[in-house]
């Protein structure tokens, strides 16, 4: 009963590669993020999709392309994989606005993360 | 732009005794929630407590509790009675009050190590 599931939680790949992140949520949430974790485990935020439309798109290269086929998935295709993109990358959703008789679903929720290393 | 700043890259604390989690954060708004996530070696991140700004009372979560002083736009987490499964780094979380979507902003992590 994963709330917010990612996959794969590793992956190792070669520079130039082009490879995606899954994630899915259980929750019912009609909001879903992506967030970046540094080596310095700096989390940054990096998009957003509220029901399948971008709200949130950080200063993020085009190289990385969010892609939300339904409320409960979002996506993360890379292409040409660079050394510097190396880092666990965190799925989170959330309930936006919340309703009334919920009013903590708001929160984010994160998904286990998922390490990829570029050789 | 909210910034959020945890001035104490690692913490100790023994086993049973208490201890506190500074973070500060800068905003130009009245209406934000903060939150303090851990995240143990597995890397999952877990929620801790949260705090709606508007609200006076400090949240309470079993042993953990946090000191929000609005004025002074501090946030701290105690962690009372430490246990070894609270070893990990905690996150300190801003997000502005809800919209459609609202991102967090993190603080650096405070790396808590608990010994026996």
């Known amino acids: 009963d994963t709330a917010v599931s990612q996959t794969p939680k590793y992956l190792v790949t070669q520079m130039g590669n082009d490879k995606s992140i899954k994630c899915e949520q259980n929750l019912g949430h009609d909001t879903m993020y992506w967030y970046k974790q540094d080596s310095k485990k700096f989390l940054k935020i990096m998009f957003s999709?509220?029901?399948?439309?971008?709200?949130i798109n950080e200063t993020v290269p085009n190289r990385f392309s969010p892609k939300s086929p339904d409320k409960a998935h979002l996506n993360l295709h890379i292409n040409s994989l660079e050394l510097g993109d190396s880092a666990v990358y965190f799925c989170a959703s959330s309930q936006e606005p919340p309703p009334t008789s919920a009013p903590s679903t708001d929160t984010q929720y994160f998904g286990p993360g998922t390490r990829l290393t570029v050789l | 732009a909210q910034t959020v700043t945890q001035s104490q890259p690692e913490m100790s604390v023994q086993e049973a005794e208490t201890v506190t989690l500074s973070c500060t954060y800068d905003?130009?708004?009245?209406?934000?929630?903060l939150f303090w996530y851990k995240q143990p070696p597995s890397r999952q991140m877990i929620l801790v407590i949260r705090?709606?700004?508007?609200?006076?009372q400090n949240a309470t979560e079993n042993r953990f509790s946090v000191n929000f002083q609005k004025a002074a736009k501090s946030f701290s987490l105690k962690i009372s009675d430490s246990q070894l499964g609270d070893a990990a780094m905690y996150f300190c979380a801003y997000r502005s009050a809800p919209r459609t979507a609202s991102k967090l902003t993190f603080g650096t992590g405070t790396r808590l190590q608990v010994t026996l």
């Open positions: 999709y509220n029901n399948k439309e971008l709200i």
């Open positions: 705090q709606e700004a508007y609200k006076q």
């Open positions: 905003t130009s708004e009245s209406d934000y929630y």
